[in-house]
């Protein structure tokens, strides 16, 4: 593909983005006016006008992002050109951290946590020190904590009186204490120590900037302070950034986003070149009336006029179910007969709701009607037993100081290591100064072990050792990988722990597909290591894997997760009061301000058609309860919506040529 070909396509400002070469450039624009699009060419532009691709630096928000980024720009430039560096903040601060991090006192082979081991640890520490109140869970907890460390911690916090933070305080020392002390990093650390590492050691950040000459953030409204600051540190010397976003699709403030980073651009980088895009590519016209309908009631934002010239396309339609069964049916229904009507790929296709615990009906009636789907970002397939099981044994193989992942391998399956003699080799290995593998290795030393306990601590450090050599040399990480869990007996152990066959199955396949996920790595990364799998494993989500494997389904998809993305046919459900707005947030201006712009970044995610529901009855904390239409339903303009009737019957012409498809179909499988 010829760059200038692609250069000529774009309107006047587009262009003028694109060919910005130096100082920094901030564009504001609505959805779907081609941000994303404009800094993907701008990156094969600059690589086009000689600069070097390694110092060109893309941030974007999602993996998914990251990688159809990629794609366009290795599309776009000649081969051989190199590559450029297109990442999310965390696998940057990732890569960043691998290689510096001895400098803030870790070790090289430092572990990620994810969500549900931050809470095993806290859980722990909070039996420590007898935090036993049934009122605190270690999740507020954690929230507090992640608030904290990011630097954006309620004001007056210390002085509060809220038992969860002041707990939270006391906690968080120890937590953060017990995390180095095991060589582990949780996602926050990953930007928060990478910031430390920049802000105190000036040659290591004086390397980083002379290695990204070049440095372009994609969704910038949504970063917080920490990425505030840590962008800023790095474009320091040059000026060379160009951030793209929109205030109206800020949806993190609950995360400590700012939406003042994007505001205050101009006023913190000098001689800013500010561009405006105003015609949306994305979306027929009642669906973008339908979106500025919606935003324009936000008080606090910078007015914009998008337009479209794509024509008005169908209205926008609005449905009332029964209940959330009766949601989902009809929208699986609905779903089967537009695809036919209107030849669309499932691919095509998203559901987006207020938050994954609504895609359960949904995967029911997808499942019922035999559609195919992909969940993204719902219950981790990381999160489960015998996947977090195994990783444990990975992790501590990767990393020994990883006491938590060890306290998990070291009873599944159980091996006659009991509290007590866990005990006494914690006991050991602090009088001793030894980690907690160096204790298990010395067992013997430990006058109050059984022989039993003994035995298979012993074997246990042997079986970790091993594997870390056989990790090492492998060609065959797969192999390796087969081995352990055969070796452990650890289908054995699911099959005595899940009683009947069927439940263990699920459970072995999830396995078998965890080994294909490691065969799966190690074929497609240029060295792989044990180390660079745990990694892909806690910064993707699987979808990226199923969507190799051919075909995703239709999207279910939170608004949250659906941000960036298109679609040509879309379904938002569950626009109800109390759900969006969420009750928690429809409390202040700010609150629901934020709330509508979710409900604006659901909307402009449509292409083409688009369908609304809301139900009449929604199971609550067990009782069904009425539900109400949300206030945002009526700030649609009429004249682009159009009410469904359960009984709108779709033409009958449309209907017969539905039939007949149906019939083909039938007959061509028949004849196969
Ligand atoms: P969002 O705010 O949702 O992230 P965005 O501003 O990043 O949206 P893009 O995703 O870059 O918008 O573009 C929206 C769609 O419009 C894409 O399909 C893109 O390929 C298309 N598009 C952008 N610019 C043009 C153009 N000049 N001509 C044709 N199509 C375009
Ligand atoms: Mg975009």
């Given at each position: 593909?010829?760059?200038?070909?692609?250069?000529?396509?774009?309107?006047?400002?587009?262009?003028?983005?694109?060919?910005?070469?130096?100082?920094?450039?901030?564009?504001?624009?609505?959805?779907?006016?081609?941000?994303?699009?404009?800094?993907?060419?701008?990156?094969?532009?600059?690589?086009?006008?000689?600069?070097?691709?390694?110092?060109?630096?893309?941030?974007?928000?999602?993996?998914?992002?990251?990688?159809?980024?990629?794609?366009?720009?290795?599309?776009?430039?000649?081969?051989?050109?190199?590559?450029?560096?297109?990442?999310?903040?965390?696998?940057?601060?990732?890569?960043?951290?691998?290689?510096?991090?001895?400098?803030?006192?870790?070790?090289?082979?430092?572990?990620?946590?994810?969500?549900?081991?931050?809470?095993?640890?806290?859980?722990?520490?909070?039996?420590?020190?007898?935090?036993?109140?049934?009122?605190?869970?270690?999740?507020?907890?954690?929230?507090?904590?992640?608030?904290?460390?990011?630097?954006?911690?309620?004001?007056?916090?210390?002085?509060?009186?809220?038992?969860?933070?002041?707990?939270?305080?006391?906690?968080?020392?120890?937590?953060?204490?017990?995390?180095?002390?095991?060589?582990?990093?949780?996602?926050?650390?990953?930007?928060?120590?990478?910031?430390?590492?920049?802000?105190?050691?000036?040659?290591?950040?004086?390397?980083?900037?002379?290695?990204?000459?070049?440095?372009?953030?994609?969704?910038?409204?949504?970063?917080?302070?920490?990425?505030?600051?840590?962008?800023?540190?790095?474009?320091?010397?040059?000026?060379?950034?160009?951030?793209?976003?929109?205030?109206?699709?800020?949806?993190?403030?609950?995360?400590?986003?700012?939406?003042?980073?994007?505001?205050?651009?101009?006023?913190?980088?000098?001689?800013?070149?500010?561009?405006?895009?105003?015609?949306?590519?994305?979306?027929?016209?009642?669906?973008?009336?339908?979106?500025?309908?919606?935003?324009?009631?936000?008080?606090?934002?910078?007015?914009?006029?998008?337009?479209?010239?794509?024509?008005?396309?169908?209205?926008?339609?609005?449905?009332?179910?029964?209940?959330?069964?009766?949601?989902?049916?009809?929208?699986?229904?609905k779903i089967d007969f537009i695809k036919h009507d209107k030849n669309l790929a499932y691919e095509d296709i998203?559901?987006?709701?207020?938050?994954?615990?609504?895609?359960?009906?949904?995967?029911?009636?997808?499942?019922?009607?035999?559609i195919?789907?992909?969940?993204?970002?719902?219950?981790?397939?990381?999160?489960?037993?015998?996947?977090?099981?195994?990783?444990?044994?990975?992790?501590?193989?990767?990393?020994?100081?990883?006491?938590?992942?060890?306290?998990?391998?070291?009873?599944?399956?159980?091996?006659?290591?009991?509290?007590?003699?866990?005990?006494?080799?914690?006991?050991?290995?602090?009088?001793?100064?030894?980690?907690?593998?160096?204790?298990?290795?010395?067992?013997?030393?430990?006058?109050?072990?059984?022989?039993?306990?003994?035995?298979?601590?012993?074997?246990?450090?042997?079986?970790?050792?091993?594997?870390?050599?056989?990790?090492?040399?492998?060609?065959?990480?797969?192999?390796?990988?087969?081995?352990?869990?055969?070796?452990?007996?650890?289908?054995?152990?699911?099959?005595?722990?899940?009683?009947?066959?069927?439940?263990?199955?699920?459970?072995?396949?999830?396995?078998?597909?965890?080994?294909?996920?490691?065969?799966?790595?190690?074929?497609?990364?240029?060295?792989?290591?044990?180390?660079?799998?745990?990694?892909?494993?806690?910064?993707?989500?699987?979808?990226?894997?199923?969507?190799?494997?051919?075909?995703?389904?239709v999207?279910?998809?939170?608004?949250?997760?659906?941000?960036?993305?298109?679609?040509p046919l879309?379904?938002?459900?569950?626009?109800?009061?109390?759900?969006?707005?969420?009750?928690?947030?429809?409390?202040?201006?700010?609150?629901?301000?934020?709330?509508?712009?979710?409900?604006?970044?659901?909307?402009?995610?449509?292409?083409?058609?688009?369908?609304?529901?809301?139900?009449?009855?929604?199971?609550?904390?067990?009782?069904?309860?009425?539900?109400?239409?949300?206030?945002?339903?009526?700030?649609?303009?009429?004249?682009?919506?159009?009410?469904?009737?359960?009984?709108?019957?779709?033409?009958?012409?449309?209907?017969?040529?539905y039939?007949?498809k149906?019939?083909?179909?039938?007959?061509?499988?028949?004849?196969?």
């Amino acid at each position: 593909m010829d760059i200038y070909r692609e250069i000529k396509h774009l309107n006047p400002r587009q262009k003028e983005a694109v060919m910005h070469k130096d100082g920094p450039l901030l564009i504001l624009a609505g959805a779907g006016s081609g941000k994303t699009r404009v800094i993907t060419m701008r990156t094969a532009y600059l690589i086009h006008l000689g600069i070097s691709a390694k110092t060109i630096l893309a941030v974007t928000f999602t993996n998914k992002a990251a990688k159809e980024m990629r794609q366009r720009v290795s599309s776009m430039v000649k081969r051989g050109s190199g590559r450029p560096v297109i990442s999310t903040f965390h696998s940057l601060c990732l890569r960043i951290l691998r290689q510096e991090i001895e400098h803030l006192g870790y070790k090289k082979d430092f572990t990620i946590y994810g969500t549900s081991e931050q809470v095993s640890l806290l859980r722990s520490i909070m039996v420590d020190i007898t935090v036993h109140d049934t009122n605190f869970k270690a999740e507020s907890v954690l929230e507090h904590i992640s608030r904290t460390k990011n630097d954006f911690a309620p004001a007056g916090a210390d002085s509060s009186d809220d038992p969860v933070e002041v707990a939270s305080s006391f906690i968080y020392p120890k937590y953060r204490e017990a995390l180095k002390s095991m060589n582990a990093l949780d996602f926050d650390d990953l930007l928060v120590l990478t910031l430390k590492l920049f802000r105190e050691h000036p040659d290591i950040l004086a390397k980083y900037r002379d290695k990204y000459k070049y440095i372009m953030v994609d969704e910038y409204q949504d970063t917080n302070s920490v990425q505030y600051d840590f962008i800023k540190l790095l474009a320091g010397n040059t000026m060379n950034l160009c951030v793209v976003g929109d205030d109206d699709q800020s949806i993190y403030g609950w995360r400590g986003a700012d939406i003042g980073n994007i505001l205050n651009f101009e006023k913190d980088f000098r001689d800013t070149v500010t561009i405006r895009l105003e015609q949306n590519y994305r979306s027929f016209d009642h669906i973008l009336k339908a979106a500025n309908g919606v935003i324009k009631n936000n008080r606090k934002r910078m007015e914009k006029s998008l337009w479209t010239d794509k024509g008005a396309g169908p209205k926008v339609n609005i449905f009332q179910a029964t209940n959330t069964e009766d949601e989902a049916e009809w929208v699986a229904g609905k779903i089967d007969f537009i695809k036919h009507d209107k030849n669309l790929a499932y691919e095509d296709i998203a559901i987006i709701y207020r938050a994954n615990l609504f895609s359960k009906p949904f995967e029911e009636a997808m499942r019922r009607q035999r559609i195919p789907y992909t969940v993204v970002g719902g219950t981790s397939y990381f999160e489960r037993k015998e996947i977090m099981d195994i990783s444990a044994y990975l992790k501590v193989i990767a990393n020994p100081s990883d006491t938590l992942s060890l306290l998990r391998a070291v009873n599944a399956p159980k091996r006659g290591i009991g509290p007590a003699a866990l005990n006494a080799l914690s006991e050991y290995a602090s009088t001793q100064s030894l980690s907690f593998i160096e204790a298990f290795e010395k067992a013997s030393e430990i006058e109050k072990l059984g022989q039993r306990a003994l035995s298979s601590a012993e074997s246990f450090s042997e079986l970790i050792a091993r594997y870390r050599n056989l990790f090492e040399n492998s060609r065959d990480m797969a192999k390796t990988l087969k081995d352990l869990i055969e070796e452990i007996d650890y289908k054995d152990y699911l099959i005595r722990l899940y009683k009947t066959p069927e439940a263990a199955y699920r459970r072995i396949e999830n396995l078998d597909g965890f080994v294909e996920s490691v065969a799966h790595y190690a074929s497609s990364g240029s060295s792989p290591s044990l180390q660079g799998f745990l990694e892909t494993m806690s910064l993707t989500d699987l979808i990226e894997e199923k969507e190799e494997k051919g075909g995703r389904g239709v999207t279910l998809i939170s608004f949250h997760s659906s941000k960036g993305l298109e679609f040509p046919l879309v379904f938002i459900a569950g626009i109800e009061e109390d759900i969006l707005p969420h009750k928690k947030s429809a409390v202040n201006d700010e609150g629901l301000e934020e709330e509508r712009r979710l409900f604006y970044v659901g909307i402009t995610r449509a292409m083409k058609e688009l369908f609304i529901t809301y139900t009449q009855h929604r199971v609550k904390y067990g009782k069904e309860t009425p539900s109400v239409a949300s206030r945002f339903l009526e700030e649609i303009p009429s004249d682009v919506s159009k009410i469904l009737d359960r009984f709108d019957k779709p033409d009958p012409e449309k209907d017969r040529a539905y039939v007949n498809k149906l019939y083909e179909e039938l007959m061509a499988k028949l004849e196969d």
